[in-house]
């Protein structure tokens, strides 16, 4: 198994505990990760996508 799918396959089940778990902002870092180290994975993408739409655009941009 490559080491980079590996990772990305825990970052993406990683994010959707944290996401289980309502902390949106973890799951979103960890979505994020596991799209940038295997782009070509819809899972991830539509996991990502799916905190979106449930929870509204990136985290980032959104005042504390």
Request: overall charge positive.
């Amino acid at each position: 198994v490559n080491n980079t799918k590996f990772i990305s396959k825990i970052e993406n089940s990683t994010g959707k505990c944290k996401f289980k778990q309502g902390k949106f902002f973890e799951s979103e870092n960890h979505f994020k990760k596991a799209t940038e180290l295997d782009p070509s994975n819809v899972d991830y993408q539509y996991s990502l996508a799916t905190l979106y739409a449930t929870n509204g655009t990136s985290y980032y941009f959104h005042p504390l």
